[in-house]
């Protein structure tokens, strides 16, 4: 774990950009960083840089990661899966929805 957690900090360190007009994207350093993970064989660095595209939302490193990680993208679809089932069930239109069906049976 504390492998892990250092790796994290490095990646968290390097997806820190202040200036958001300086023409660095984060997207690419995480490539940049998951290429290296991926060319020295570190697992842990290639989880850390899965994890923040995940936080940052940047979906091209998210899929390169899991595209040579079976057991993981089968966990990530079951993830947004019920992400999105949450998500529906909570919005507006769903309980107004669920509402109204809800009167209608009671008549």
Known sequence: MAAFRSARKDVLSATKIEDPESGVQVGQVLSEILDEAERTGDPLLARAVYHRSIDLGSQQA??????TRPADAQHWQRYTEAAAEANQATSFESLFATGMMDQQFAS
């Not at 998210?62 to 595209?67: A, C, F, T």
Request: glycine share 0%; aromatic share 16%.
């Open 62 to 67: 998210i899929d390169r990661y899991l595209s």
